[in-house]
């Protein structure tokens, strides 16, 4: 593990599977929508925070990694975060419509 971190692009890849992994998830329960909405609500609850550190790790160690592939997972991280970002501020905006 202490070898795991200290690689800086193994840390920013990881990070950049799980948070595809986790918007796949989040995706696809709201297009299923087999779930009722209390579920898909604690599922949020969950998920988000997770999302939110994860990239946020992976934006971080995105600093540290030397050579050509620092610009793009820089900006991969930093969409990701601008997506979730987005995400939280509709969430917060229409919560007031929903019945």
Do not use: R, W
């Not at 999302?51 to 600093?63: A, C, M, R």
Request: include cysteine; charge should be positive; charged fraction near 10%.
């Amino acid at each position: 593990m202490e070898k795991f971190f200290k690689d800086a692009l193994k840390v920013s890849i990881a990070s950049l599977v799980i948070s595809i992994t986790l918007y796949v998830v989040l995706i696809a329960l709201f297009l299923l929508s087999v779930v009722t909405a209390n579920i898909f609500g604690t599922v949020i609850k969950i998920i988000v925070p997770i999302l939110t550190l994860v990239t946020i790790l992976g934006f971080i160690y995105s600093f540290f990694i030397k050579g050509k592939q620092k610009i793009p997972f820089l900006t991969l991280h930093f969409v990701s975060l601008c997506a979730l970002s987005f995400g939280i501020y509709l969430a917060v905006s229409f919560q007031g419509f929903a019945p």
